[in-house]
């Protein structure tokens, strides 16, 4: 029932900054774990950020080191994902997921349920 498309992907230079978009659709309950996932192709999906619901706290994964945030517009049916600083690493498809029911928010892609399509991002030097 719930569904999650991404936008924003794009090409920037190191340095630059992207933010990225997840519109969500269906009922997203209040428990729920909000979250952005990357991959390089022939790597496995590594956590990027997370978001939960119930009271907002937020966790990334150790390469972020202060360069990204996750948001969300309730209102809107939006989560974001602010990209600042980029680095060529940073280069992969970004997705979004959602996992249902939470008691918090998980780093491990297998335990969400839920997922958009995956948005391209590439950063050059």
């Known amino acids: 029932q719930v569904q999650l498309v991404e936008s924003g992907g794009g090409s920037v230079q190191t340095g630059g900054s992207l933010r990225l978009s997840c519109e969500t659709s269906g009922d997203v309950d209040r428990n729920s774990c909000l979250a952005w996932f990357r991959q390089v192709p022939g790597k496995e999906r590594e956590g990027v950020a997370g978001?939960?619901?119930?009271?907002?706290?937020?966790s990334y994964g150790a390469f972020v080191k202060g360069r990204f945030r996750i948001s969300q517009d309730i209102a809107a049916n939006m989560v974001y994902l602010q990209m600042d600083n980029l680095k060529p690493e940073d280069t992969a498809i970004y997705y979004c997921a959602a996992r249902l029911q939470s008691g918090s928010c998980d780093p491990r892609p297998s335990v969400y349920n839920i997922w958009g399509q995956g948005t391209q991002v590439t950063v050059s030097s």
């Open positions: 978001l939960y619901m119930a009271n907002g706290r937020t």
